[in-house]
C-alpha cells in the first residue's frame, strides 16, 4: 500500500516575503478567529453527515437522511436514486452534494437535468441548501471550479461537448436517469465519457422495460460490476421482473441503488378526496358555447380551439382572446359573426363555475386554492369573490419571489381564498390548506399532478379533498370523463405517468388533446379519440406492474 | 479555543475589523460596514469601482444579522452554522487572518527580550473512500528548537499586539524560518508513521478491487482504441476516487515573539486532550 503525502510549502515562502516586506500581517484578533473558523468547520469524522447541521432550516425525512448516508458511506458516492416520485429525490441528491462539499470533496460539478427543470433545481440547490449552482444558458462557463446545471442537450451540443469532455468533474448528476437505459444512443455515449468523481443517477424507474436497462445504468457508475454485457444476459435473462425476483441481482443492485417506496417510509400520507362536480351552463351560455363552436369550426382557425376552452372558463377569457385575434387578423371569413359574438358575451349572466365556487366556499371558513388557467379568470374570480364578501389573494408563476412569499404569508394569515393560475414548479408550500378547486383543467396531466402536490405533501395534516369543476356537454366534460377518470389520474397518490407517456413517446398530451378536438369532424369522433388515448395509457398503467425491491412485503 | 458562541464571534468580527456595532439586544446584531467590508462582504464590485472612478465617498451599507433562532422571522439575515453569510466571513478570515507577526504586551521598565516562536496551525486531510480532518496547532522555539502541541490554546493566556512593547527587543533566531518548519513537517511525518491507517489500507484495496472489475468489464471486448482510452480514463477516475492521500495544509501561522517566562510557562504546562509535546534537537 502506498498513501500519498502532499505537504505545503507555500505557506512558509509567503510568510517569509512577508517578514521581508514588513507585513502587512493579522492582527491576533482575526487570527484567532481564523483558527476558530477552521475549528466550526472541520470534519472530524469520516463516517455520518454533517450536512444536516449545517442546514437546520430544513426537515429532512428519515428516509432521505438514511439514503444520503448510505450513498457517502457505502457507496462511496455512486449510485442510483431509484425513489419512488415524490419522496424527493432531488432533496437526496442536494444533501449528499452538500456533504461532499462541505468535506471539500467537490468543487467541480455537473448536473444534467431536463431543460424545463434547469431552474428548478438552481432554485432548489441554492434555497434548499445554500448551493450556489449556475444554471447553464447562454454564455457557458465550463471551464471553472463551480456547480453547473444544464440539460444533457445543450451540454452534447457542440461546441459545449468538446470543452465538456475534457473537464474534470468531482461530481456529475443525472435526472430522469431512465433516458439513458439505451447504451447506443448520443446520450449514452456522451454520459460515459464524462470524467467525473463522484456520481449520482435519479430515476424513479430503473427499469422500464428491459433488464438490460439496469444493466446500462450500472455500467455508467461502476463498469464491469455487473459482468460485461454477455454475462448479463447470460446469467440474469431478459425479463425486468427478474431486478425484483431473482435474489442474487437483488442483492448485487443493492449495492449501488436506493430505493424507497412510499409505504417504506413510514409516514403516515393523508388522503385525496377528489370529486367531479358537474355544472350545467346556463340556458344563455350553452347558447353562446354551441354558438361559438360554430363560428369557430368555419373559421377553421388553428387556435380556435381555445376560445370554447376559454369560454367554459370566464367570458372574461374568452372575449379577450378574441378581441385580439379580431384585431390582429384581418382576414378573417366570418367576422361578423364573430363579431356578433362579442356582443352576445358582453348580455352574458355571470359564469356557472363563478356561481359554484360562491355555493363551495360562502358557508365555510376553511381555507381555499383555486386553480385556473387563465388569468383573464383570475381578476374575474377576484372581483366576483369580493363582491360576496369572500377575501382572496392572486398567484402566478411569473411573480418575484419576495412576492410569491408575501402572498402566500396573505393567504396564511389573511385571505380565505388564493387563485393561482400556475402550479410553478418552484416549491411554495402550502400544506396549511387542504381545499382546492380545479376550476378548469389543464389539458397536461402532469401539471395537474404539480397542482395537487402543492398541497398533497410532506406536512399536510388533513385529508386533501379536490374539487374538479367541469361543464356539462363541453369538451371539459369529456377531457375528465374520457381521459382523466379512466387512467384514473386523482385517485392514484402518485404517479409514474411520466414515465408511462415517455415510453409511449406522448411527449405533450395537451398537444395531443388539442389535434383530437382540432382534427375531428365530429364531437362523437373526438369522444372515440379520446377514449382510444386513454385506453393505450391504462394498459401501460397495467404493464407497469408491483414491484417488491426492498423485500417489504415478504417480512411484513 | 473553540468558537462557543456564534454570536460574540459575529462582534468580536465586525468589531476587529473597525465596524460600527449600531444594535447588539437579545441576538440581533446591526452592523455598519466600512468601505473595505462592504467592498468585501456585499457583492457589488460594480458600484465600487464607479464610485472610486468618480471620485465620490461610497456609501457603505449597514447589515442586519440575526443569532436567536426564535427571532428569526424578523428583517434580517438569519445567522447558523450553515448559512452562506458566515461561510463567507469564514473565507474571508482564511486570507485575512493568514499571516501574524506579533510580540507579547509587557508592561515593565526594565529591558526585555523576546524569544521568538513559529507558529503553524496545521490542518491534516486523510483522503480515501472517505475523508476526515484534524487541526493540530504547533508551535517550535526558534532559539532552543522546543516543540510544542496545541499551541493557540496556550497563546489565550497571553497578550499579543501587532508592534513591539517599549523596552522590549527581539531574540535573533538560532534557526532559519524554513528549516524550523521542516522540523514542524518532520514531526508530522513522524507522528503520521505511527498512526493507525486501516482507512487507507481499506481505500486501497478498495481500488485494487473495483479496478479489477474494470479491467474484467474491458477484457473481451474486442473493440477500437476508444474503447482503450476509455479504460485508461475510468482507471484515473477510480483511482481519483479511492487513491488514499494525506494533505498537510496550513491553516494559518507566524512569528510570534514572547517573554522568557511567558516561553517557559508554555513549556512546561501540560497539554490538553492525548496531544503530547514533544523535543527534537
Known sequence: ??????????????????????????????????????????????????????????????????????????????????????????????????????????????????ASLVNQWANELSQKFYIPAISQ???????????????????????????????????????????LKNHKTKNYEFVRKLKKKYCLLLTATPVQNKLSDIFNLVSILKPGYLGNYEEFTKQFGRDRKNLFNDAHLKQLIQKVMVRNRREDTGIDWTKRKVETIYIDFSEKEQEAYNELKR?????????????????????????????????????????????????????????AKAEKVIELIEDTDEKFIIFTEYRATQFYLQLYLQQHGISSVPFRGGFKRGKKDW??????????????????????????????????????????EQRIGRIHRFGQEHDVNIYNFAIKNTMEEHVLKLLYEKIQLFERVVGNLDAILAELEIGDVEEEIQSIFQESATEGEAKIKLENLSSVISYAQNNYSEEDFNDTRESS | MTLANLHDFLTDYFTANECEVIENHNGKLQIQLNDTMDELLMNRPFYWQYVKKLGYPGEPMKMSLITN??????????????????????????????????????????????????????????????????????????????????MMNHLEQVRLQSSIADFSYTMTPM???????????????????????????????????????????????????????????????????????????????????????????IMLSPSSDNQKSSRIH
Open chain 1, 1 to 114: 500500500m502506498n498513501i500519498e503525502l502532499n505537504r505545503d510549502y507555500d505557506f512558509i515562502d509567503q510568510l517569509e516575503t512577508k517578514l521581508d516586506h514588513d507585513g502587512p500581517f493579522s492582527t491576533w484578533d482575526i487570527f484567532k478567529m481564523s483558527y476558530q473558523s477552521s475549528l466550526a468547520t472541520v470534519t472530524k469524522d469520516f463516517k455520518g453527515l454533517t450536512a444536516p447541521k449545517r442546514l437546520p432550516q430544513m426537515n429532512f425525512l428519515n428516509h432521505q437522511l438514511e439514503c444520503a448516508q448510505q450513498v457517502v458511506e457505502e457507496m462511496n458516492g455512486r449510485g442510483i436514486l431509484a425513489d419512488e416520485v415524490g419522496l424527493g429525490k432531488t432533496i437526496e441528491a442536494g444533501l449528499i452534494l452538500k456533504e461532499y462539499m462541505i468535506r471539500g470533496l467537490v468543487k467541480k460539478a455537473l448536473i444534467l437535468v431536463p
Open chain 1, 137 to 179: 444558458r447562454k454564455r457557458p462557463v465550463w471551464d471553472q471550479n463551480n456547480i453547473v446545471i444544464t440539460s444533457i442537450d445543450t451540454a452534447k451540443r457542440q461546441p459545449h461537448r468538446d470543452i465538456i469532455l475534457e473537464q474534470e468533474y468531482d461530481f456529475v448528476l443525472i435526472d430522469e436517469a431512465h433516458k
Open chain 1, 295 to 351: 363560428i369557430t369550426s368555419e373559421a377553421a382557425n388553428f387556435s380556435s380551439i381555445t376560445y370554447t376552452r376559454e369560454l367554459c372558463s370566464s367570458r372574461e377569457a374568452c372575449y379577450l382572446s378574441l378581441k385580439k385575434m379580431l384585431n390582429q387578423d384581418k382576414g378573417i371569413a366570418n367576422r361578423t359573426d364573430f363579431e356578433n359574438f362579442l356582443n352576445l358575451i358582453e348580455e352574458m349572466p355571470h359564469h
Open chain 1, 407 to 448: 402572498m402566500r404569508q396573505l393567504f396564511q394569515n389573511k385571505a380565505q381564498v388564493l387563485i393561482a393560475t400556475e402550479a410553478g414548479g418552484e416549491g411554495i408550500n402550502l400544506q396549511f390548506c387542504n381545499n382546492m378547486i380545479n376550476y378548469d383543467l389543464p389539458w397536461n396531466p402532469m401539471r395537474l
Open chain 2, 69 to 150: 433562532p426564535d427571532r428569526r422571522e424578523e428583517e434580517g439575515e438569519w445567522i447558523h452554522f450553515g448559512s452562506p453569510r458566515l461561510h463567507q466571513i469564514f473565507y474571508t478570515l482564511t486570507t485575512q487572518g493568514k499571516f501574524a507577526r506579533l510580540f507579547e504586551q509587557i508592561e515593565t521598565g526594565q529591558r526585555t527580550a523576546l524569544v521568538p516562536w513559529l507558529i503553524i496551525n496545521m490542518e491534516i486531510s486523510y483522503t480515501g473512500k472517505h475523508k476526515k480532518d484534524e487541526i493540530i496547532s504547533m508551535g517550535l522555539q526558534l532559539i532552543n528548537g522546543a516543540m510544542k502541541i496545541d
Open chain 2, 175 to 265: 534557526i532559519r524560518l524554513k528549516s524550523g518548519y521542516q522540523r514542524i513537517i518532520n514531526y508530522f511525518e513522524d507522528y503520521l508513521q505511527h498512526k493507525d491507517h486501516s482507512w487507507a489500507e481499506e481505500s486501497w484495496n478498495h481500488l485494487q478491487e473495483e479496478k479489477k472489475l474494470l479491467e474484467h468489464f474491458y477484457h473481451n471486448t474486442t473493440d477500437d482504441e476508444a474503447y482503450e482510452n476509455r479504460f485508461e480514463q475510468e482507471v484515473k477516475d477510480i483511482e481519483s476516487l479511492f487513491k488514499p492521500t494525506i494533505h498537510l495544509s496550513v491553516i494559518n501561522g507566524g512569528l510570534f515573539y514572547l517573554s522568557q517566562v511567558t516561553s517557559n510557562r
